[in-house]
């Protein structure tokens, strides 16, 4: 790489952070202070643009950079993120998107503690939910480390610390002076720019190879260094009855995991109506899903076209298979379109990891002000403090996402979103769905299945591969590992719903069948919605 294509990149990314930063100024002047207009932007957004917004924050590093990363090494395997973030949608616009947006005020916690005792549901859905945020911020950050490396051309830990931290410190102000406003224009702003970038590299791709798909999968059969293999199952999760296990636990976390995840949760009470958050999804499935289609794609051309030596050379984990692409497509080193291509992406992806982040943030910081802090203080203290401690929770978030990004920054953040959709999928959907649909739901079951999911997934994740014992795990040089799995989806989401039961049938407490009654008719029909 050239000091020309660094410098074009940083000039595109400047300039992206200088149009957000001006939205940013733009949206703080006008907004007027309220909870409402922080945490949901006033509800004045249509559903188109709510749905770019909610592709925005759902289309993360993990999907720009990750998904294509593990395509390029893995073939067919690296398929099940694709299928499964794709899958996931059904679930949200079947069960969440209209029943949330009805039962909701700004958070996940308002839909569960709608018919129970407040205070120790909203602790427990708070915790959840802030600890996801974080896991899934900590992915973020690990692609904007990949990202400078490859630009820079070097891999020292200081220039991606002082990368990690500069992006930190970004969504802190979004988040502080924009609120929800200034950060959906700018998932809309940032959603416009992938999906237009990605049309072109998909369009470059399909002319290299002459429209050929079935030629593009056998190049990167033979460039991958694994033949045939690679198109076949098994490459990744082929290796015995714990890779198949792994398998299934990713596939579960992916698929259910999209439902409890509190930043795209928060996005359906950005509109008016509960119609117009269902329209909302319906847009975000059909942009979402264009772009898989187009990801998958780019993933075996990056094997097809840069070949899998040099793509696990600049990253093992695959993470800058799409810079790389770009790069090559564009006519390499010698030639001015392969620096300025590759300077389109790298700023795009800049600019995906800056928009999700963001959106993350302001949702975790929302759990903090509204659901943890709120509920300790008294009624008459909540409105106007509650703004002021999600901006100071945003800056807290930040610094710790940052530390952990930094010590996971040689991890695929594909792989590190999975761990975030296992804990969501464990904890946030079995008390979403009891509280939405089960008539005796009770109080400490709803506190127990969160922490029932909530713990067993964090405790498995800290004795898996991905913490110790292992050449790529966060501390190689020792080893605690007494859980075999990678994600721990297939026993912490059975957990969390027997959890939520057990708490349930051993409970005292008789549930209020008036306040279901209430709940199911304000889910189904809107009366009485925020």
């Not at 051309?301 to 070949?307: N, R, Y």
């Not at 389109?344 to 993350?360: D, N, P, R, S, Y």
Request: hydrophobic share 55%.
């Amino acid at each position: 790489m050239t000091s020309h294509h660094q410098t074009l990149t940083l000039v595109l990314f400047s300039v992206f952070v200088a149009v957000t930063l001006g939205i940013t100024t733009w949206v703080s002047r006008r907004r007027h202070g309220s909870a409402e207009e922080f945490y949901a932007g006033g509800r004045l957004f249509t559903p188109l643009e709510n749905g770019f917004a909610i592709s925005g924050d759902y289309l993360s590093a993990a999907s720009f950079l990750g998904v294509a990363g593990l395509i390029a090494l893995y073939g067919y395997d690296g398929l099940l993120y694709a299928v499964g973030f794709l899958v996931a949608w059904l679930l949200v616009l079947f069960l969440a998107a209209e029943l949330v947006r009805n039962c909701g005020r700004f958070t996940l916690a308002d839909v569960v503690a709608a018919r129970m005792s407040e205070r120790p549901v909203r602790i427990a859905t708070g915790t959840s939910s802030v600890t996801v945020s974080v896991l899934y911020l900590v992915a973020q950050m690990v692609g904007a480390g990949s990202l400078v490396a490859l630009l820079l051309g070097r891999t020292s830990a200081a220039a991606q610390a002082w990368t990690v931290i500069g992006v930190g410190a970004l969504m802190v102000i979004y988040v502080s002076l924009g609120g929800m406003r200034a950060t959906t224009w700018i998932q809309i702003v940032k959603a416009v720019l992938m999906l237009v970038g990605t049309i072109a590299l998909t369009v470059m791709v399909l002319v290299r190879f002459h429209g050929d798909f079935n030629q593009l999968l056998v190049t990167a059969a033979e460039r991958s260094g694994h033949g045939m293999r690679y198109l076949a199952p098994g490459l990744r999760y082929g290796g015995g009855w714990t890779a198949r296990l792994d398998f299934i636990s990713l596939g579960l976390a992916l698929v259910f995991g999209t439902a409890g995840l509190p930043h795209i949760l928060s996005r359906f009470y950005t509109v008016p109506t509960a119609r117009a958050a269902r329209r909302s999804t319906v847009w975000s499935i059909g942009l979402i899903g264009g772009f898989y289609l187009m990801a998958i794609i780019l993933g075996f051309a990056a094997t097809a076209v840069v070949g899998a030596d040099t793509l696990r050379a600049s990253n093992a984990a695959g993470n800058t298979a799409i810079p790389l692409l770009a790069f090559d497509l564009g006519g390499g080193a010698e030639s001015t379109g392969g620096p300025v291509l590759f300077a389109v992406v790298a700023a795009v992806a800049f600019a995906t990891i800056l928009a999700v982040v963001a959106g993350i943030t302001l949702s975790s910081s929302a759990s903090v002000a509204h659901d943890l802090y709120a509920s300790l203080r008294r009624p008459a203290a909540k409105v106007r403090s509650e703004v002021t401690v999600a901006r100071v929770a945003a800056a807290f978030i930040g610094v710790v996402a940052i530390a952990l990004g930094l010590l996971a920054r040689n991890l695929n953040v594909a792989f590190l979103v999975g761990l975030a959709f296992a804990v969501a999928a464990s904890a946030n959907l079995p008390a979403l769905l009891y509280s939405l649909f089960w008539r005796g739901f009770t109080t400490r079951g709803a506190v127990w299945s969160v922490y029932g999911g909530l713990i067993p997934a964090l405790i498995l994740v800290v004795l898996s591969p991905v913490v110790s014992g292992s050449p790529g795990s966060l501390f190689p040089d020792v080893d605690f590992q007494y859980f075999p799995l990678q994600n721990p989806g297939i026993v912490s989401i059975p957990l969390g719903f027997l959890a939520g039961w057990l708490g349930t049938v051993t409970s005292d407490e008789v549930a209020d069948e008036s306040k279901f009654a209430e709940t199911e008719v304000r889910s189904l029909t809107g009366a009485g919605a925020v």
